[in-house]
């Protein structure tokens, strides 16, 4: 049950295509035999893996299964690999902002922060215009790439590890900037005082 698990957010992650991870799914002959017995297999073979809304539906059966930490490293992951296929500006923002939606203050998912800085730069701050659209694609599109080399090559339960480390390398103006602004200033300190 657990590879099944695995491999849906995997796909969700957008490193399996939905039809392949279709294509596996019905080859486990272990999961066609408890189809009728175990509730999860039987909503995860009934999927429409053609259907054009097919990773809304593995978005909400990821987000059910309850293991936050390969929910949002999941998501994290799909973000980067879009950022890398977009070169339309206004739809890079709206990636990061997804992403950067689901950094907590209270958790301490470092990588998930970095997106959060990075909108907290160019938006909320005002500092997107100082970019420009070709430099704020170059910054994302390095950010991104850093952050699926780092991804890449592990496994699910290597990649919970990942929320909580830093990038080997510094990116740009992320952290560097958000940390010179009153609203970075302001969450660190709320934070400080919880803990």
């Not at 796909?11 to 039809?19: C, K, M, Q, R, T």
């Not at 995860?44 to 309850?66: A, F, M, P, R, W």
């Not at 907290?120 to 701050?125: A, F, R, Y």
């Not at 740009?172 to 005082?193: D, I």
Request: net charge negative.
């Amino acid at each position: 049950m657990e590879q099944l698990k695995d491999k849906l957010f995997a796909v969700l992650a957008g490193s399996i295509e939905a039809l392949d991870f279709e294509k596996w799914l019905y080859e486990q002959q272990e999961l066609m035999e408890v189809i009728e017995s175990n509730a999860f297999v039987y909503q995860v073979v009934c999927l429409n893996y053609k259907h054009l809304t097919i990773l809304k539906s593995v978005d909400k059966i990821c987000e059910s299964i309850g293991d936050e930490e390969a929910y949002l490293v999941s998501k994290l992951e799909r973000g980067c690999r879009e950022i890398l296929k977009t070169k339309e500006p206004n739809e890079t923002l709206d990636i990061i902002n997804s992403v950067g939606a689901y950094y907590d203050h209270e958790s301490d998912y470092y990588l998930l922060q970095e997106f959060y800085f990075f909108e907290d730069v160019l938006v909320i701050n005002n500092n997107y215009k100082d970019f420009g659209d070709k430099k704020m694609l170059i910054y994302a599109s390095k950010l991104a790439a850093s952050v699926l080399l780092e991804l890449d090559t592990l496994s699910l339960n290597e990649k919970r590890q990942v929320l909580y480390a830093e990038l080997k390398e510094d990116i740009g103006p992320t952290r560097k900037q958000a940390s010179n602004t009153k609203w970075y200033n302001f969450l660190k300190k709320g934070r400080k005082r919880k803990t």
